[in-house]
Structures are given as structure tokens and as C-alpha cells.
């Protein structure tokens, strides 16, 4: 996936370079609100960026396991944030919740509550880039280039 963006920011650059830096800005913000939109339909399919499914949950309790999908609070707009300016589009989270969210989405180990035990969490990535998400911003530059 890597090799993707790595292409895509060299295809993109020479091309958005003649861009005024509003123009840049309109763009940039298409593409964050369009990924914001991915990374919210993949998270509530409870996806990797690989199509893959995300770890179970953890049991709770001695034979007891939280029904519901996880992370419906996070893929908000209030959690999840798009920032843009004149030369980039990020997409990600914002406040205290950048804190769970990383810790799902590397793996790490942390206390399910404050003065609780600590555990190991499952590799969640809730960021990612698809194949569809490399092809769509493909899409919206040229179709912005056109207008």
C-alpha cells in the first residue's frame, strides 16, 4: 500500500503544484471528507483496511461478552476529524479518544479503566487506506483538475 501513495503523491504533485492555495484547500477537503466517509462505512463494517474482520472482543467478565458493534461512539464526526489546509487533508481522531484508538489500532497494551487491570488489546486499524480509498482520491483529483 505504500507503493500506492508513494505513486499517487508523485502522479498528484506536479499536477496540484499549478493549483492557487484555495483551490488546494477545496481540493484537500473534498478528498478528507470523502475519507472520513470510507474509514466510517469500513469501521462500522468492523474492517481492516485489508478487508479482513477485526479481532472478537475481549471477555469482560467470567463468561459474559459485550454484544454491539465496538467503536460506534468513535467513527463519529465529533471523534473522528478531518483537518485541511493548502498542502494536506488529515483524517483522524480528536481529543481523548486518540488515546483508544491508538492503542486499537497498533496493538498496545493498556487498562480497560482507570486503576484496572491492564491487557493486551488485538490489532484493530481503524486508519487505513484501501485500494478503493487510493483509487477515489485518484477520481477526485482529475475530476477537479477538469472543472
Same mark, same amino acid.
Given at each position: 500500500?505504500a507503493?500506492?501513495?508513494?505513486?499517487?503523491?508523485?502522479? =498528484?504533485?506536479?499536477l496540484?503544484?499549478?493549483?492557487?492555495?484555495?483551490?488546494r484547500?477545496q481540493?484537500?477537503?473534498e @478528498?478528507?471528507?470523502?475519507?472520513?466517509?470510507s474509514? +466510517? +462505512?469500513r @469501521?462500522? *463494517?468492523?474492517?481492516?483496511?485489508?478487508?479482513s474482520?477485526y479481532?472478537?472482543r475481549?471477555?469482560?467478565?467470567?463468561?459474559?461478552?459485550?454484544?454491539g458493534?465496538m467503536f460506534?461512539?468513535?467513527r463519529t464526526a465529533?471523534?473522528? #476529524?478531518?483537518?485541511?489546509n493548502?498542502?494536506a *487533508?488529515?483524517?483522524?481522531f480528536?481529543g481523548?479518544?486518540?488515546?483508544i484508538?491508538r492503542?486499537h489500532q497498533?496493538?498496545l497494551?493498556?487498562r480497560v479503566?482507570?486503576?484496572?487491570p491492564?491487557?493486551?488489546y488485538?490489532r #484493530?486499524e481503524?486508519?487505513?487506506?484501501?485500494?478503493?480509498?487510493v483509487?477515489?482520491?485518484?477520481?477526485?483529483v482529475? =475530476?477537479?483538475l477538469?472543472r
Open positions: 500500500m507503493d500506492d501513495l508513494s505513486r499517487l503523491h508523485q502522479w =498528484a504533485d506536479g496540484l503544484q499549478n493549483l492557487t492555495p484555495a483551490a484547500r481540493l484537500a477537503r @478528498i478528507a471528507q470523502r475519507l472520513r466517509a474509514q +466510517q +462505512q @469501521i462500522a *463494517a468492523q474492517q481492516n483496511p485489508d478487508g474482520a479481532a472478537p475481549l471477555r469482560q467478565k467470567v463468561g459474559k461478552l459485550r454484544q458493534k460506534t461512539k468513535l465529533r471523534f473522528l #476529524r478531518n483537518t485541511v493548502d498542502s *487533508a488529515v483524517v483522524g480528536a481523548r479518544v486518540e488515546r484508538a492503542v497498533y496493538g497494551r493498556d479503566r482507570p486503576g484496572g491492564e491487557v493486551d488485538a #484493530r481503524l486508519l487505513g487506506y484501501t485500494e478503493q480509498d483509487q477515489m482520491v485518484e477520481d477526485v482529475l =475530476a477537479h477538469a
